[in-house]
């Protein structure tokens, strides 16, 4: 699905800073990846790479056989919002939106009508056992609850592969394993889960544990 | 090619859910949008008061200024030095004679006097005017009931009267040939009024022959007397020029002939002077409500870094990300021109009421006000919106 092959990326934004070096990798579908390491060992430049929100330096990065480095903006948007879902760490739910339209915004740019956003939405928070909050303001939401809608809008178009950057790093021991029971349940219908966190028990619940470190990833 | 042997649809935004968007954005934070668009609603709000304002006026100078108000010219002593000698017929003669003159006579309007139906009743207090046949025929009463005093009542001082509608109801007297009583001494009713067509003081006032008003006058008091002239239409001014000299040759300056101002030049001047003021407060108000806008706007794209890195993220495209920031400026733009509507309505209204005009107000100034400030707000979003769009999706995960 995910294909990584001597993949590099060099920020050459005032000194050169190398984030990752000839990283190979591949991850197949329906697999529960765990990416840890310290902070600033280059795992969310990873993670940006895997997500096509980051160009690689060198290297070639292919997603379901297709080779991404030549692909145009246009193109590369439409892997991303349609193939991808994303998690992150501060939620990035709108205010003043109730939770069912913040999980419609993930699906704005995507092929469906709004009646279909609208029931994929309340599917998707149903799932999430938030099927009573869907009116409800973000600012109204508890952390776990305020994270949950976020996994909904990530997975209510259907994507192939849901990244999540420490998604339970704002949340209690409570909530995190809430969040945790939730991805591995959407692994186990067979979305690939990629998860970036530092925290070893959160990455424990992963099949497969990548270790990044000084750009380097190795297998654990 | 790849999108279709994957499956995936092109990214888009529709149109409908564009303007959703952008409406969603401005109502979220309602206060905030609307401090936003105050400049927006300053210039709209001016731009429709002052046009309105305009509208109204010079209706309300068009209005005033009719044919009878402009066609007439009255004409005072200057003073207690004219004397009573320039009210003399021969004059009213050689001034009837000037080219553009329809009629001409003299008045004498009396202090407030007693007026009853009979001698032992309670009189109502009116004003009298004595007004010889020419000025009768400047003034114009409309008839009720009966007839105008003529040249045979003026020269043997007839006490006949004609009475307002209103003080001959306050009298009980409906119709004519019935006597009242003036400072005690007896006249006939000869007519009753309910208009004039100039002088609209006598509509609550009594007229009388003028021979009889200088004798109706108590001989301890003053009287204003004056000489009224219907003109030809664009006349007045000349009349104006030339009766005093016509009426006192040996002194005319010790006259004043008061003349309306000539309607078109007075209307061109407020229409003028209103339009000029609208137009700079509208640019100004404009100019700032624009600046106000790319500010807030500028200083809104910072602050939404995270949430334009995750539309970015999420599959929106740079030109999404630049349609929706300009969407949300234009609907500033509306936001602020349909209030700044609404308040200019508001304020033509206040100003139209409280000076007693019929307010005019034209849809065309609305919409041109909503139209101008929704392109201000498109116009103030192109900077921002072309700065949005150089937010990398990967902000969303920095932040």
Same mark, same amino acid.
């Given at each position: 699905?995910?294909? @990584?092959?001597?993949?590099g990326r060099?920020?050459?934004?005032g000194?050169?800073?190398?984030?990752?070096?000839?990283?190979?990798l591949?991850i197949?579908?329906?697999?529960?990846v765990a990416?840890?390491g310290?902070?600033?060992s280059?795992k969310?430049?990873?993670?940006?790479i895997l997500? #096509?929100?980051?160009?690689?330096?060198? *290297?070639?990065y292919?997603?379901?056989?297709?080779?991404?480095?030549?692909?145009?903006?246009?193109?590369?948007v439409?892997?991303?919002?349609?193939?991808?879902g994303?998690?992150?760490?501060?939620? &990035? /739910?709108l205010?003043?939106?109730?939770?069912?339209?913040?999980?419609?915004? *993930?699906?704005?740019?995507?092929p469906w009508?709004?009646?279909?956003?609208?029931? %994929?939405? &309340?599917?998707?928070l149903n799932?999430?056992?938030?099927g009573?909050?869907?009116?409800?303001?973000?600012r %109204?939401?508890?952390?776990?609850?305020?994270?949950?809608?976020?996994?909904?809008?990530?997975?209510? !178009?259907?994507?192939?592969?849901?990244?999540c950057?420490?998604?339970?790093?704002?949340l209690?021991?409570?909530?995190?394993?809430n969040?945790?029971?939730?991805l =591995?349940?959407?692994?186990?219908e067979?979305?690939?889960?990629?998860?970036?966190?530092h925290?070893?028990?959160v990455?424990g619940?992963? $099949?497969?544990?990548?270790v990044?470190?000084?750009?380097?990833?190795?297998?654990? | 090619? +790849?999108?279709?042997d994957?499956?995936?649809?092109?990214p888009? /935004?529709r149109i409908?859910?564009?303007a959703?968007e952008?409406v969603?954005?401005?109502?979220? +934070?309602?206060?905030?949008s @609307?401090?936003?668009a105050?400049?927006?609603?300053l210039?709209?709000a001016?731009?429709?008061?002052?046009?309105?304002?305009?509208?109204?006026?010079?209706?309300q100078?068009?209005?005033?200024?009719?044919?009878?108000?402009?066609?007439?010219?009255?004409?005072?002593?200057?003073?207690?030095a004219?004397?009573?000698?320039?009210?003399a017929?021969?004059?009213?003669?050689?001034?009837?004679?000037?080219?553009?003159?329809?009629?001409?006579?003299?008045?004498i309007?009396?202090?407030?006097?007693p007026?009853?139906?009979?001698?032992?009743?309670?009189?109502? %207090?009116s004003k009298v005017?004595?007004?010889d046949?020419?000025a009768?025929?400047?003034?114009?009463?409309?008839?009720?009931?009966g007839?105008?005093?003529?040249?045979y009542?003026?020269?043997? &001082?007839?006490?006949v009267?004609? @009475?307002?509608?209103?003080?001959?109801?306050?009298?009980?007297?409906?119709?004519?040939g019935?006597?009242?009583?003036?400072d005690?001494?007896?006249?006939?009713?000869?007519?009753? +009024?309910?208009?004039?067509?100039?002088?609209?003081?006598?509509?609550?006032?009594?007229?009388?022959?003028?021979?009889? !008003?200088?004798?109706?006058?108590p001989?301890?008091q003053?009287?204003?007397?004056d000489?009224?002239v219907?003109?030809l239409?664009?006349?007045?001014?000349?009349?104006?020029d030339?009766?005093?000299?016509?009426? %006192?040759?040996?002194?005319?300056s010790?006259?004043?002939?008061?003349a309306?101002?000539?309607? $078109?030049?007075l209307? $061109?001047?407020v229409?003028?002077?209103? =339009?000029?003021?609208?137009?700079?407060?509208?640019?100004?108000?404009?100019?700032?409500?624009?600046?106000?806008?790319?500010?807030?706007?500028?200083?809104s794209v910072?602050?939404?870094?995270p949430?334009?890195? /995750?539309r970015?993220a999420?599959?929106?495209?740079?030109i &999404?990300?630049?349609?929706?920031?300009l969407?949300e400026?234009?609907?500033?733009?509306?936001?602020?021109?349909?209030?700044?509507?609404?308040?200019?309505?508001?304020?033509?209204?206040?100003?139209?009421?409280?000076?007693?005009w019929?307010?005019v107000?034209?849809?065309?100034?609305? #919409?041109?006000?909503?139209?101008?400030?929704?392109?201000?707000?498109?116009v103030?979003?192109?900077?921002?919106?072309?700065?949005a769009?150089?937010i990398q999706?990967?902000?969303?995960?920095?932040?």
């Amino acid at each position: 699905m995910l294909a @990584l092959s001597g993949v590099g990326r060099t920020y050459t934004e005032g000194a050169p800073v190398i984030a990752l070096r000839d990283v190979t990798l591949v991850i197949d579908q329906g697999e529960y990846v765990a990416v840890t390491g310290p902070s600033g060992s280059g795992k969310s430049t990873l993670l940006n790479i895997l997500g #096509l929100l980051d160009l690689p330096s060198a *290297g070639t990065y292919r997603v379901a056989g297709v080779e991404t480095g030549a692909l145009g903006d246009r193109v590369r948007v439409a892997l991303r919002g349609q193939l991808f879902g994303f998690v992150f760490q501060a939620f &990035h /739910l709108l205010p003043g939106r109730s939770a069912a339209e913040n999980v419609e915004l *993930g699906m704005l740019y995507g092929p469906w009508s709004p009646s279909e956003r609208r029931a %994929r939405a &309340h599917a998707a928070l149903n799932r999430m056992g938030l099927g009573k909050r869907t009116g409800a303001d973000p600012r %109204r939401l508890s952390g776990g609850e305020r994270q949950r809608v976020a996994i909904a809008r990530a997975i209510a !178009g259907g994507p192939r592969v849901l990244f999540c950057d420490e998604p339970t790093g704002n949340l209690d021991s409570e909530n995190t394993e809430n969040v945790l029971d939730l991805l =591995a349940g959407l692994n186990a219908e067979g979305l690939t889960v990629v998860i970036v966190s530092h925290d070893a028990e959160v990455a424990g619940r992963a $099949r497969r544990q990548l270790v990044v470190r000084d750009g380097t990833v190795t297998e654990t | 090619m +790849y999108l279709r042997d994957l499956g995936i649809a092109k990214p888009r /935004l529709r149109i409908r859910d564009w303007a959703r968007e952008a409406v969603l954005s401005v109502l979220r +934070y309602p206060g905030r949008s @609307l401090m936003t668009a105050v400049g927006t609603v300053l210039g709209a709000a001016a731009f429709v008061a002052t046009l309105g304002i305009s509208s109204t006026m010079s209706w309300q100078v068009s209005d005033s200024f009719d044919t009878r108000r402009a066609t007439e010219v009255r004409i005072v002593p200057d003073g207690p030095a004219a004397g009573t000698g320039w009210f003399a017929e021969r004059n009213l003669m050689r001034l009837r004679g000037l080219n553009g003159v329809a009629a001409a006579g003299r008045r004498i309007v009396l202090p407030e006097l007693p007026i009853s139906r009979g001698i032992d009743d309670r009189p109502t %207090r009116s004003k009298v005017i004595g007004a010889d046949p020419g000025a009768l025929a400047v003034m114009a009463p409309q008839l009720v009931i009966g007839r105008l005093p003529d040249a045979y009542h003026e020269e043997h &001082h007839s006490r006949v009267i004609l @009475l307002a509608r209103s003080i001959a109801e306050q009298l009980r007297i409906f119709q004519v040939g019935m006597a009242v009583f003036v400072d005690g001494r007896p006249f006939t009713v000869i007519g009753i +009024y309910d208009d004039v067509q100039r002088r609209p003081e006598a509509l609550l006032s009594a007229i009388v022959p003028a021979t009889v !008003g200088d004798q109706l006058l108590p001989p301890d008091q003053e009287a204003d007397r004056d000489v009224i002239v219907g003109t030809l239409p664009g006349a007045a001014q000349l009349i104006a020029d030339q009766a005093p000299l016509s009426l %006192r040759p040996e002194a005319p300056s010790q006259l004043r002939a008061i003349a309306p101002p000539d309607p $078109r030049t007075l209307r $061109r001047e407020v229409e003028g002077s209103v =339009a000029r003021s609208s137009l700079i407060l509208s640019v100004i108000a404009l100019a700032v409500g624009a600046a106000s806008i790319a500010n807030a706007a500028t200083a809104s794209v910072s602050a939404r870094t995270p949430e334009i890195g /995750l539309r970015r993220a999420i599959g929106g495209r740079r030109i &999404h990300i630049f349609a929706q920031l300009l969407g949300e400026t234009t609907a500033l733009g509306v936001l602020g021109g349909t209030v700044g509507v609404l308040l200019g309505t508001v304020v033509t209204a206040v100003v139209s009421m409280i000076n007693r005009w019929t307010p005019v107000l034209d849809l065309r100034t609305a #919409l041109v006000a909503v139209g101008i400030t929704s392109a201000v707000g498109l116009v103030a979003g192109l900077w921002p919106a072309l700065k949005a769009t150089r937010i990398q999706p990967v902000a969303a995960l920095q932040r």
